[in-house]
């Protein structure tokens, strides 16, 4: 079958991606740290034959003023590897794509912990490499501050070659090799001595080798060094973009770099984000955006607003004025110039920009009916803006619930979703490459 | 008594993959298949030892676990839902902010049955008290009634009931609040492994202390000295649980003792006899040294078996087991919740 199929990610956030869901009247307030509402959240991703769920992370409460914290879900979650251990031995198709930063780990935990979720689930483990951009997590790891952003790609650069060749220290077969007096073959065991200007690390990971080879590795690098990371290292990236002319040009920029690491143009997945809120009608959709949009208090919006800008305070600017001119940022640039170019091209005040920011927090929002959203996944699909997205349901379960039973079916009429998982490792559903036997 | 399973995937003995060369054991089924045995044998806790954070150089063990053990604990603890969870992580390998998520993230996921096996540095010990000074300090983030979830008022947490540790030290530097709510039984157990040596930290804070000798004089003089230890730190005996290592080597019958008769190379104090002698010999241990109960570390998977199957049913007739209906680790320990120090007017800082 040569029909190309996009790739469809399940990002999973307690009780929704809205900052608001968790007040919504049919919201389960306590769903993040609820393991039964993930598990069932996992198995309704994984009838909808998703390629992966993915968790997000920072190892940090995510706003410096407790009153702001207060008022948002977002502000304790389940560390991510701990949560997908637990979803891996309840479902048996999904991926599983936990969120791990190469600023505040070393490379031996790190790898043997993606090694433990790949075994667990029989490989169907992805690493999403990220560097960590924020002080409030700078502060937790005794570090003299927030690492500059070259400096936080260079460790990353030299983390991810020490994870690959920890995953790759051990063959397939090494245990119990056949008629062998040994419990495990010797010449199959491949010690890293690893000695770089960030790390050591002589050892083996104590694990089998991979199902899927080696974990997937995942990255939503924006920057420069981030994109070229991500093309020499990642089987996917996740990214942020409003238009489709921005999902285009970052498409096109990421997919062009693979040449330089001599990979092929269909080694690297592009999945941007999308929030899909569907209804039967359209109206019915809006109605649903409405209700949501109600539950936004000011405050809690302008601080996610701000916290995107990598400013600390909005407040002192007029609510219903547009955005002051930005300060350059060693934070998040790319999703910076996002907001500024939003508030721009739609003349939005500061108030409009963080109520629509409080909606996916600068992805992609679609409302519409089934069609209408299959028709816009369908469109950047087919126009080189995607390979597949990484699907962000505002509510939890009944979003996800929704795009899975109206829209899935509907990108399966359509020929452009897999009916049936082709495999069991998440490797062999994204159809990227194998690594090399070790 | 207190009763733990120290899991494997053949048995403590290093010989022991030789009797059963199936590399499914080293797999999750196999292990949640030894997981559930215990549970259902109604055991308190499983412990996952992780070689005490020794890391594999260019070897590979049969008596290790090939699992990062927090989140093989993640992972069984879905699908044991009564049994303890003890897994070993060491403080050299782990950040403070992130052991602290984790062990907070698996008493969710445990709905309360989580406990650390605390493998301090080998080096400093200042290092090892100022860690888990830390790690208690974040998991203290949240008053036991700091999530109050009000929708109406748009308030998913009580912010003064959060607490920011702020935490400055000798060796460690850490902000907080952990982003992680408060543990359902109030923090994870602390457990301690202690054989000889400085045994400060784990009277100062250990709740389930696990003893290992390979004598009974050895044991009883360990015991002993950790109850003065616990004493001597201000604390009470009843604060603390002492269990013992023990390697049992089930007999069939009378005829078929010391058929075998090695030595094992097994830390822990090796039990030969028909189930009636070791039950005899775990009871009287107990009542001379004044412990808790014991963790066994089977040295196959059948003498697991036998284990379960045989001295437990017996230990349970001489009314040594109850039927232990509790939800959390600490309430099958019979360890008290511990009092969040706000609540007693103490400043939360490490
Ligand atoms: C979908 C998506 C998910 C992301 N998830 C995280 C995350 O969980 N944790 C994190 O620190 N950064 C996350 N990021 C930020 C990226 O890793 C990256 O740092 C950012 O896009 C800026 O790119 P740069 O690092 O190349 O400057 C995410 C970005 C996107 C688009």
Redesign the pocket.
């Known amino acids: 079958m040569s029909e190309r199929h996009m790739k469809l990610g399940a990002?999973l956030m307690a009780g929704g991606h809205h900052i608001a869901a968790w007040r919504h009247p049919d919201a389960h307030a306590p769903a993040g740290s609820d393991i039964d509402h993930f598990i069932a959240v996992a198995r309704i991703a994984e009838r909808g034959k998703f390629d992966m769920i993915f968790i997000?992370?920072?190892a940090a409460i995510r706003e410096r003023n407790p009153d702001l914290a207060s008022q948002a879900a977002r502000s304790t979650a389940f560390e991510p590897l701990s949560l997908l251990a637990a979803i891996a031995v309840n479902t048996s198709h999904v991926g599983l794509v936990a969120?791990a930063?190469t600023s505040y780990t070393e490379p031996y935990g790190l790898a043997r912990s993606f090694a433990a979720l790949d075994q667990l689930s029989g490989g169907r483990a992805g690493w999403?490499l990220?560097?960590?951009?924020s002080e409030l997590e700078a502060e937790n790891f005794a570090s003299s501050g927030l690492r500059p952003?070259s400096q936080r790609y260079e460790r990353a650069e030299e983390f991810a070659d020490a994870a690959l060749a920890l995953w790759d220290g051990v063959e397939d077969g090494t245990y119990f090799p056949a008629g062998g007096e040994t419990f495990a073959d010797h010449s199959k065991l491949h010690p890293v001595h690893w000695h770089g200007k960030h790390f050591a690390v002589d050892g083996i990971l104590e694990s089998q080798r991979s199902p899927q080879g080696r974990p997937i590795m995942v990255?939503?690098?924006?920057?420069d060094?981030?994109?070229d990371l991500a093309a020499r290292t990642a089987d996917v990236v996740?990214?942020?973009s409003q238009t489709k002319a921005e999902a285009q040009a970052y498409y096109a920029d990421v997919k062009l770099r693979l040449g330089k690491y001599g990979r092929g143009q269909d080694d690297l997945k592009v999945m941007p984000?999308i929030s899909p809120i569907v209804g039967a009608t359209e109206e019915e959709a809006k109605a649903k955006y409405r209700a949501l949009q109600e539950f936004i208090p000011d405050a809690v919006g302008v601080a996610l607003l701000a916290s995107y800008l990598s400013v600390q305070d909005l407040s002192a600017y007029p609510l219903d004025g547009p955005l002051p001119e930005m300060p350059q940022t060693n934070l998040?640039?790319?999703?910076q110039q996002l907001i500024v170019d939003l508030g721009k091209r739609e003349g939005l005040s500061i108030r409009e920009l963080a109520r629509h920011f409080a909606g996916a927090r600068g992805h992609w929002q679609v409302v519409g009916t089934p069609s209408q959203v299959a028709d816009a996944m369908e469109e950047r699909f087919l126009d080189g803006a995607a390979d597949g997205f990484?699907v962000m349901a505002p509510l939890f379960p009944s979003g996800l619930e929704d795009f899975v039973t109206l829209v899935v079916p509907e990108l399966q009429r359509r020929g452009v979703f897999r009916k049936e998982y082709e495999g069991r490792t998440l490797r062999r559903n994204l159809g990227v490459a194998s690594p090399s036997k070790g | 008594m207190l009763l733990g399973y120290s899991l494997t995937p053949f048995g403590h003995d290093p010989d022991a993959w030789t009797k059963a060369r199936d590399r499914r054991r080293l797999g999750f089924d196999a292990l949640l298949d030894q997981v559930a045995a215990a549970e259902a044998a109604g055991f308190d806790f499983v412990l996952l030892a992780d070689r005490l954070g020794v890391r594999p150089v260019d070897d590979l063990s049969s008596v290790a676990v090939p699992f990062e053990p927090t989140l093989l604990a993640s992972a069984l603890a879905t699908r044991a839902d009564r049994i303890g969870i003890v897994a070993a992580a060491s403080t050299a390998q782990h950040e403070p902010y992130n052991l602290a998520r984790r062990f907070a993230s698996l008493d969710l996921v445990s709905k309360g049955r989580a406990g650390w096996l605390v493998v301090p540095d080998d080096g400093d010990a200042g290092r090892g008290n100022e860690y888990v000074d830390v790690v208690t300090a974040l998991w203290d983030s949240f008053e036991d009634d700091a999530f109050i979830y009000d929708k109406a008022a748009g308030r998913f947490f009580d912010p003064s009931k959060m607490h920011v540790a702020h935490h400055q030290g000798a060796y460690l530097a850490v902000r907080g609040p952990l982003n992680v709510n408060r543990s359902p039984q109030g923090r994870p157990v602390l457990a301690h492994l202690l054989e000889e040596g400085d045994d400060a930290l784990a009277a100062r804070t250990g709740e389930l202390l696990l003893l290992q000798a390979d004598t009974v004089e050895g044991l009883v003089a360990i015991a002993a000295r950790m109850i003065r230890s616990v004493e001597a730190a201000g604390r009470r005996r009843s604060d603390v649980r002492l269990v013992a290592n023990i390697v049992p080597v089930v007999a069939e019958s009378e005829q078929a003792l010391g058929e075998d008769g090695r030595i094992l190379p097994i830390a822990g104090i090796q039990m030969d006899g028909t189930p009636e002698m070791i039950a005899d010999r775990l009871q009287e241990l107990a009542t001379a040294t004044d412990l808790e109960g014991f963790t066994i570390l089977p040295p196959s998977l059948e003498m697991g078996q036998r284990f379960l199957g045989d001295v437990v049913p017996e230990l349970g007739r001489r009314g040594l087991i109850g039927s232990r209906r509790q939800e959390t680790l600490r309430d099958r320990l019979g360890l008290a919740q511990p009092v969040h120090p706000a609540a007693s007017g103490k400043e939360v800082s490490a």
């Open positions: 990002f997000e992370d920072a969120t930063s999403n990220v560097t960590s951009a952003h990255q939503a690098g924006a920057s060094v981030g994109k996740f990214a942020a984000g998040i640039q790319s999703r990484n």
